[in-house]
């Protein structure tokens, strides 16, 4: 039995430590606010139930395969899958709905443009050898070399591998399938779920609009605050110590890392690891400001709506000059519309949220009148281009900026940290294995990336490194 800090309680700390903890180590997780569950945080107000932070969940299997390692199967939420995965907005009028069901989704985009729906089979093909040649290597296992990702990445086939190592932007890839702006578009987004620009990111992020047709849009009943507090039982069943409300650093003493003043054999760090590795100059991914609303009716939106711009790629020039675009991309999420206990009879809760840039330094204190002026815009884009809405009175209950981002350990508000730009981009992000031996890290800044079951990835593997680390393994 050894000792172990997991400093941070985000869904990657705590599956970090029930793992260990299971295993049979002693652990101690040290959250420095006074809630665990990081970024992926839910709030209750006037009976309504908001996520604050993700709100699409995929890959259900690495959810349950989490809970199963941690012995918690029995405390792990309900999860209800959303066949209408998104529907897609523009200001022009037109609408996409993208259905789980391929035949449905198809028949949205010939509608779109025509031949379309051949279009979108062929991109879903596409983006299906894309998770062969490149995610189904890059999650397997935790990425320490590009040697040991191109072995796992050649068991899939050779010629699986050269598509992988041929591939360039996402934009590119929306291009050479889709005639119109609109489905490039809806390709496009996908860069977003990592924090990044079509224009700039690989095609691999192509892998997710597969993981979501193949394994499904999901939601926790009760919301994702259900996960967070399922995680947290069970590290405690596993025998955690949870000590909340401490701000915890890491030094060392011999081969020894000392903790809170107590002395620990390794640590895993649920932080963004850029500083603690020198790196925290380096171009991180977007922030967003999240604005909550309660309508005094059962709104008839989807669970999830995309409110496209007419001009995407101007919208991120602006975000990657530093800047807040003037017309902005709206995300809104209606949970009641696939879980009725979100909201009671009559009443709805509606998240909205918008891409900013990282604060530049010394922003926090402008932050509450950009906040008034990025509510109001919401507002202004979801009248207009929301029909579901007209005549719908919305107050404003809650909101989280930048400010609070950066609060729960995201540098300068950034959602994910490092920026994977570049064909080679996700492979320079931050590994989990940190320089010093027995030093860890778990989360969305580090491998693979961001997202509920990434994460719980991410965890999973630190514990699988810390495990062999104390058992004397490489």
């Known amino acids: 039995m050894k000792r172990v800090a997991v400093i941070g309680g985000g869904i990657g700390g705590l599956t970090a430590a029930g793992v260990l903890a299971r295993q049979g180590h002693r652990v101690t997780l040290f959250e420095a606010t006074d809630a665990l569950g990081g970024k992926a945080g839910s709030v209750r107000v006037g009976g309504l139930t908001f996520d604050t932070g993700p709100t699409v969940m995929t890959m259900p299997d690495t959810v349950r395969a989490t809970f199963a390692e941690l012995g918690a199967e029995d405390l792990m939420p309900r999860l209800l899958r959303v066949p209408l995965q998104t529907r897609y907005r523009w200001p022009d009028g037109r609408v996409f709905d993208c259905w789980e069901s391929l035949e449905q989704a198809a028949e949205g985009a010939e509608a779109l443009e025509p031949g379309g ?6 991109f879903f093909r596409e983006a299906e050898v894309v998770y062969r040649a490149a995610g189904q290597p890059y999650l397997e296992a935790p990425y320490e070399t590009m040697m040991g990702f191109m072995a796992r990445a050649a068991r899939n086939g050779l010629s699986t591998l050269v598509t992988g190592l041929k591939l360039s932007t996402l934009d590119a890839l929306a291009r050479a399938h889709f005639r119109g702006p609109h489905l490039r578009q809806f390709v496009g987004r996908f860069a977003t779920y990592a924090g990044a620009s079509p224009y700039e ?13 193949a394994f499904g849009v999901h939601h926790a009943v009760g919301g994702l605050g259900g996960i967070v507090r399922g995680l947290e039982q069970a590290a405690r069943r ?3 110590e949870v ?10 003493r011999g081969a020894e890392f000392i903790v809170d003043e107590r002395a620990f054999d390794a640590v895993v760090v649920n932080a963004d690891p850029l500083q603690h590795e020198g790196r925290a100059d380096q ?3 977007m922030s967003g400001y999240v604005a909550m609303f309660e309508a005094p009716a059962r709104l008839a939106l989807p669970h999830h709506t995309i ?4 001009d995407y790629a101007r919208e991120f020039d602006a975000l990657g000059r530093g800047r807040v675009a003037d017309e902005l ?8 519309a696939t879980d009725e206990t979100m909201a009671p009879a009559g009443r709805s809760g509606l998240y909205a949220m918008v891409n900013v840039p990282p604060m530049p330094e010394g922003e926090e204190a402008r932050w509450p009148e950009h906040a008034r002026r990025l509510e109001g815009f919401i507002r202004q884009r979801a009248g207009e281009m929301a029909p579901e809405l007209e005549g719908v009175t919305l107050t404003a209950v809650a909101e989280r900026t930048p400010v609070d981002l950066q609060q729960k350990g995201a540098p300068r508000g950034s959602i994910y940290g490092y920026l994977p730009h570049g064909r080679f981009g996700p492979f320079r992000r931050p590994a989990i294995r940190g320089a010093v031996p027995g030093l860890f890290f778990a989360g969305g800044g580090t491998h693979p990336g961001g997202g509920v079951p990434l994460v719980m990835l991410s965890g999973r593997f630190a514990a699988g490194l810390a495990a062999a680390h104390l058992g004397g393994r490489s």
């Open 117 to 122: 729906g051949r279009a979108l089979r062929a």
């Open 201 to 213: 990111a690989n095609a691999a992020f192509a892998m997710i609009a597969h993981i979501e047709r």
């Open 238 to 240: 596993n025998g955690v």
């Open 307 to 310: 409110l496209f711009t007419a």
């Open 283 to 285: 171009p991180l991914t």
């Open 329 to 336: 991309t709206v995300h809104l999420c209606h949970p009641a």
């Open 243 to 252: 000590v909340l409300g401490r701000k915890a650093t890491q030094s060392m």
